[in-house]
């Protein structure tokens, strides 16, 4: 067993890939491997944002060793989540440049923990995302020396274009007649406004991240906004079922439309705004108040699954009060229900 671990003064432990030409696939993949969580918390179940951090992380390790400079997420394509992972889980976080396209750079990520019965690793869920350069910076081509680039490109296209109509879909309008005897789950045993799910969390984000970029010190990477988000979205599920016994199934596609200087205050207004039979859909939008402005930085929706005491899926006993004078809560509900729907047809396989 090794472990490869990315430290504060960005120094690295080990490396494993031997440099071939410049701009390959294999000169630039890369991998980290840790184990995750907290000891004293071993065999329960670790928050998703501490793996969706690590993810972030290799991908940006693996664009910076192909474009030679630093760059920005500006998107992760949705995470289904195959097998959780626990607290004391050896993990390993696998990235390859997948696609370039000036000025941008597609990268996927697989994520494997170590399974303990079978000694053998585990695919956990694998992403693609994309990052970008400074504006002034050429990103090299890319050379395929593994050979298998072409068919994980026609992958991403198709993901790509689902991150098109998925996009198109939550900034298209709502029907103006919607039924709300359709909307309303009266199987549930009591129904709660939207707006009273509400939680928001502010602070100077970079006064909580101990990963700042290295590199560029003026920004908050998208690693430490996601695990941050998933926290929220975590908490705001909690306070909805009224127990602790949360978990992350699945996060749906992300834009970041603005980076975040580590001075900037950020603002994180969670809301549920879907409720199935085991789960709870969080929405959460980052805002920064910078320069006494306020502007959107991206908005997440993570699939939260409402666990028992011995780790099984727990019924939602509670739902969502949807009336005809909350136009804003009807539509939210109403976009979460499209999106359901968009992952039965395109992502549940």
């Not at 909690?238 to 596609?253: E, L, S, Y």
């Not at 727990?314 to 939210?332: M, S």
Request: charged share 20%; hydrophobic share 40%.
């Amino acid at each position: 067993i090794f472990f490869r671990v990315h430290l504060s003064l960005g120094v690295d432990l080990f490396w494993h890939m031997e440099v071939t030409s410049e701009g390959s696939v294999t000169h630039s993949a890369d991998f980290i491997s840790d184990v995750v969580g907290d000891v004293a918390l071993v065999g329960q179940r670790l928050p998703l944002g501490e793996i969706l951090r690590g993810m972030d992380n290799c991908a940006v390790r693996v664009a910076q060793k192909h474009t030679k400079s630093d760059v920005k997420t500006t998107s992760m394509d949705a995470i289904i989540v195959a097998t959780p992972v626990l607290h004391g889980d050896l993990v390993k976080w696998e990235g390859r440049v997948v696609q370039v396209l000036q000025p941008s750079i597609s990268v996927q990520v697989r994520v494997f923990r170590k399974d303990l019965s079978s000694r053998s690793w585990r695919l956990v869920f694998h992403c693609f995302l994309t990052l970008t350069p400074p504006p002034t910076h050429q990103v090299p081509g890319l050379v395929d020396d593994m050979g298998q680039t072409g068919q994980l490109e026609q992958e991403l296209q198709i993901r790509q274009e689902l991150m098109v109509n998925w996009s198109a879909m939550l900034e298209g309008p709502a029907p103006e007649n919607l039924c709300l005897k359709d909307m309303m789950d009266y199987t549930k045993r009591e129904h709660i406004n939207v707006d009273e799910t509400v939680l928001v969390l502010r602070c100077c984000l970079g006064s909580k991240v101990t990963s700042t970029n290295q590199d560029t010190i003026l920004y908050i990477r998208a690693g430490d906004l996601v695990q941050w988000m998933d926290t929220a979205a975590n908490q705001c599920s909690r306070t909805f079922v009224q127990h602790h016994r949360t978990a992350t199934i699945c996060v749906n596609r992300i834009l970041f439309k603005k980076p975040i200087l580590v001075s900037d205050w950020v603002e994180l207004v969670a809301r549920v705004v879907y409720v199935r039979l085991h789960t709870t859909e969080v929405e959460v939008e980052c805002w920064i108040d910078r320069d006494g402005t306020k502007q959107h930085a991206c908005t997440g929706y993570f699939i939260v699954l409402q666990l028992n005491e011995l780790g099984q899926n727990q019924e939602v006993v509670a739902g969502l009060n949807i009336n005809e004078f909350d136009d804003d809560a009807t539509r939210r509900h109403y976009m979460a229900k499209q999106r359901f729907a968009f992952w039965q047809q395109f992502d549940s396989d």
